[in-house]
């Protein structure tokens, strides 16, 4: 069976702090994988990773792709308040799934 | 330019009743998905159309649970009979060629509330 599985499941950092949020999955038929950002609503795109050791990049946000380890981590650097949300794994294969999410909290 | 738009934002409605929330996706996008978020199971893929054909629904929970998409600006997730337990928020997604890995783009949810 598919699995994604993130860590950690939640986090409290201060403004500033430098984050890493970890993805790991076991899939077959990889074709990509995804970051998303969930606030208040629905899930907003971050970046898609489909080739090893290539960094996406924008802004403070960063991700990169493992994918014989099979994971992804995701970097925020000089957090802000306006990061707090969960930020959500998702892998394509033959359908999509979803990891359980990383609820991050920046405090003032 | 609009995204993907759901109706209803709220339904709250007694159990046993059939409950059918609506999605139009973004214009030009051949790929539509429902999910399911809940805080015990996270986010999950229930059915996904390419070219308004479904192509996997084995994410549906049980035979209560049924899609359609008429048309490629319209697509329907009806539940009957209605139970607690789908009370959720449903989303609705759609993305320009899914299975290349394309990012869906999801619209604000159903907050479904079943008593």
């Known amino acids: 069976e598919d699995k994604v599985v993130q860590s950690p499941l939640s986090l409290v950092v201060h403004e500033g702090d430098t984050v890493t949020l970890n993805c790991s999955y076991e899939?077959?038929?990889?074709?990509?994988l995804l970051w998303y950002k969930q606030e208040k609503k629905a899930p907003t795109f971050l970046f898609m990773l489909?080739?090893?050791?290539i960094e996406k990049k924008s802004g403070r946000l960063s991700s990169i792709l493992d994918k014989k380890e099979l994971f992804s981590i995701l970097n925020i650097t000089a957090t802000q308040t306006g990061d707090s949300a969960i930020y959500l794994c998702?892998?394509?294969?033959?359908?999509?799934?979803f990891g359980a999410g990383t609820r991050l909290t920046v405090k003032p | 330019d609009a995204g993907v738009i759901q109706s209803p934002r709220h339904e709250v409605t007694e159990m046993g009743q059939e409950v059918t929330l609506r999605c139009k996706p973004i214009?030009?996008?051949?790929?539509l998905f429902w999910y399911r978020q809940t805080m015990m199971r996270g986010l999950e893929l229930l059915i996904y159309?390419?070219?308004?054909?479904?192509?996997?629904d084995s994410g549906m929970p049980e035979d209560r649970f049924s899609a359609k998409m008429p048309n490629a600006s319209f697509s329907t997730l009806k539940i009957q009979p209605s139970e607690p337990r789908d009370s959720a928020v449903y989303f609705c997604a759609s993305s320009l060629g899914g299975s290349a890995g394309q990012p869906q783009h999801f619209g604000d949810g159903t907050r479904l509330s079943i008593l």
């Open positions: 214009s030009g996008h051949d790929y």
């Open positions: 998702a892998v394509e294969s033959r359908g999509m799934r």
């Open positions: 159309f390419n070219n308004n054909v479904p192509i996997d």
């Open positions: 899939v077959t038929n990889f074709r990509s």
């Open positions: 489909t080739s090893s050791g």
